[in-house]
């Protein structure tokens, strides 16, 4: 499918916003007791916050368009928590830059499935623009400091973890567009949600499943920290749920309808920049890393545009 250059354009500034909003989770997680406990926020006031909006505008019944891709559905909010426990997994075990450093392969990944379950055509280009992104996150994140010499099997495991983390989240970006595919040619869908704006609430919808997923796979064993929460926890977390989770959630899904073989999706890599930002606004903690691998990032950016413009 072909799309417009004003169609893309917008992608791509969804993209970028959906890639700040989701930079700001730290900001939220480290006011919360501790990260899987914030996970279980997320994923409960990520998924009140879009049942209200669907409920209030009386479009409750756009989730019926995902009836014929109900399995792909299931798929990604499955594949969502288990992008969440093995990432944070390997940040227990082998620390934050190595554990972030894999988990952003994924657009590596998302590229090779892409091509294999979606038979996109990947330039070679882009796999060195995402390369690029990729050394550029190495930089940010220093796993090198998170290297520890003594190798054991529950090093092993967290390495395979987090890079596991990386690998299903790249496979999730291919469900995510066969969803899509698959919604576009249901007729019925087509003849009573047509047009942009309704589109946007298919993808608003769809985080329903990402985020009720999160909830029920962790609730049970943290309800009794949710039920406690102070005030000051409650609106932390409330604020988690949408600011970095339902908002850019879907901003990206949108997005992710335009992509043409990741140039939308690598947009999203502002996420590390603009976590460590807020670091350093927030806790002094800007690095000369931060800038270095910032420039790769936006130099493979500025290269996958420039193609496209000259396309």
Known sequence: MTFSSKEKNIAR??????????????????????????????????FLFIFLILLFTKNLKIIKVFRNSLVYVILTGLNNVIVISCYFYGITTVGMGIAAFLLYTNGIFGLFFMRIFLNEKIKLFKWIC??????GVLIIMEPWNSINPIINNTKIIGYSSSLASGIFLGLDFSIKKK???IIRKDQNYLNNYSGKFNIGLVNIALVLFTTIFLFIFTFPFLYKYILNFNFNQLIISI?????????????????LTKDEGGDIIILTYIEPIVACILGAVFYSE?????????????????IILLNDKNN
């Not at 995402?130 to 050394?135: E, K, P």
Request: hydrophobic share 60%.
């Open 13 to 46: 500034i969804q993209a970028l916003i959906s890639g700040i909003l989701m930079g700001t989770v730290g900001i939220f997680v480290s006011n919360l007791p501790n990260s899987w406990i914030a996970v279980c926020a997320r994923g409960l006031f990520g």
């Open 130 to 135: 995402f390369g690029i992104a990729i050394f």
């Open 179 to 181: 969803i899509f595919k």
């Open 239 to 255: 604020l988690l749920g949408i600011i970095p989770t339902a908002i850019p959630f879907a901003i990206f899904n949108y997005s």
């Open 286 to 302: 800007l690095k000369m890393s931060t800038l270095l691998g910032g420039i790769f990032i936006v130099l493979a950016n500025i």
